[in-house]
């Protein structure tokens, strides 16, 4: 069930690596899909806008503990590609030690900002109360959110990135249902939505384990493997916190576009919610090549193979970006429809949300190189940079949020995450190629 990325040919390796990744992230994104159109359905507008509004403040947290799995699996990815299976084990174990330190902080945080961070934004009064019953529960449920990222990470570390998939798609029909079991049979409002999440991500993370005991032995932890030293703690830390740190600055400054968005109203939020989760399927294609770099670049740079990581990114970046500009065409002519799906006869709502989807897929291309990029740098343990333009992506949203909100109203916001593209891409791109040129002659010196 582990595949070996440093031989054969890199494009047919990351597609073939990406495409679990894309439909487990597309099941992901299915889980909030699912409360969306349920909620919006179900229990009309002002429930759908209270769950949108939580958005920034839940990825704000959660972004933070995917980021720092994702970066403690680097090291067991770069192991991995060694040939190091101790090695792999142990980085496991610290690993998981890290994660439940970190988990049970921020909990406790999280848990005791909630309300006051959702009054900070602004959130309308009339949604505040049930805005806040929502992320609480999610708040909550963090360890299960630790539990699936920590463990799907790690099987995609050793090139396992299709059993991540089958548990996803089990725990979001499960999802589904609970959904309408919570809401529509037991009448819990749009708390009904954050169990019934919480639930799903529980049994996908529970169904991992028996997997990784009986089917990847290389993950199979000893008694000699919680041992843990100083050096290792610290070889995760400096990998996994900066990950984790980039994905809550975006988080903040996603954050700074709710609190501009709460100001223009109920309809408006409505309508950046709905088409919120249609951008956030749409990219999901982009995000999964990204993360396949990850994976890709870790394992070669173990193996010390320059070359192909520098094959890989140019062979994923045209096919990431061909699809780009394919989501961005649809979108232009067809966004009305989609966003027609949450919002049933709201036409000033559809309007807004086409508006959206429309400048946002003329920027895909951008947000293609901008995952690609990031990711390689990480996958050759480069925090830095990826931090740089985690701080870049702030500026600008946080420049379209104050600024031309207020000019411009609802379009001006809506500029906010394509400006975030394009203050990311500026230093990824220039410190992968000065970091690939440095690494092929570096390896060319050794030769």
């Known amino acids: 069930m582990t595949k070996n990325l440093t031989v054969g040919n890199p494009a047919f390796l990351i597609f073939s690596f990406a495409v679990p990744l894309l439909v487990g992230n597309l099941f992901q994104q299915f889980y909030n899909m699912a409360d969306a159109f349920i909620v919006g359905r179900t229990l009309g507008m002002d429930a759908l806008a209270s769950v949108g509004c939580t958005g920034s403040i839940n990825f704000l947290i959660l972004g933070f503990m995917m980021g720092f799995t994702q970066g403690a699996s680097i090291v067991t990815s770069q192991r991995f ?85 089958v548990f996803l798609i089990i725990a979001c029909v499960i999802n589904i249902i609970l959904d309408y079991a919570f809401i529509r049979g037991f009448h819990t409002g749009v708390e009904g939505a954050a169990y019934a999440t919480i639930i799903a991500q529980v049994i996908s993370g529970l169904l991992c384990i028996p997997v990784i005991i009986k089917k990847l032995p290389i993950l199979r932890i000893t008694k000699e493997d919680w041992k843990l030293n100083p050096k290792e703690i610290w070889e995760h830390f400096r990998v996994a916190m900066p990950m984790g740190f980039q994905m809550s600055i975006i988080a903040i400054g996603i954050v700074s576009v709710t609190f501009a968005l709460n100001g223009l109203g109920i309809v408006a939020v409505a309508a950046f919610t709905a088409a919120q989760k249609i951008d956030m399927v749409a990219g999901m294609p982009l995000g999964s090549f990204g993360a396949a770099m990850t994976t890709f670049t870790a394992q070669n740079y173990g193996a010390r193979k320059i070359g192909r990581i520098r094959k890989g990114v140019i062979q994923c970046c045209l096919m990431s970006c061909s699809f780009g500009i394919f989501m961005g065409v649809l979108f232009f002519f067809a966004g009305d429809r989609f966003a027609a799906v949450f919002l049933k006869e709201e036409a000033e ?21 901008l995952f690609i990029f ?29 600024i031309l909100s207020d000019r411009f109203g609802f379009i001006g916001l809506c500029f906010a995450s394509p400006l975030a593209f394009l203050g990311a891409c500026i230093p990824l791109t220039i410190a992968i190629t000065l970091t690939l040129k440095k690494l092929l002659r570096k390896a060319i010196g050794k030769r």
């Open 374 to 402: 990031r990711q390689t740098l990480q996958g050759l343990g480069d925090s830095l940079v990826p931090t740089i333009a985690g701080v870049m992506e702030l500026a600008m949203r946080t420049f379209a949020s104050i």
């Open 81 to 165: 590609g060694a040939s190091d299976a101790s090695g792999v084990r142990r980085s496991f174990a610290v690993s998981a030690v890290l994660g439940v330190a970190v988990t049970l902080g921020l909990m406790g945080i999280s848990v005791m900002s909630a309300r006051p961070l959702l009054i900070f934004l602004r959130t309308d009064p009339k949604i505040l109360d049930a805005a806040y019953s929502y992320i609480i529960v999610i708040y909550w449920g963090i360890p299960a959110t630790l539990l699936f990222n920590l463990c799907s990470n790690m099987m995609r570390a050793v090139g396992d990135s299709f059993t991540p998939l």
């Open 349 to 369: 709502a559809i309007g807004l949300a086409h508006t959206y989807l429309k400048v946002i897929g003329c920027f895909y291309v951008l947000l293609a190189c």
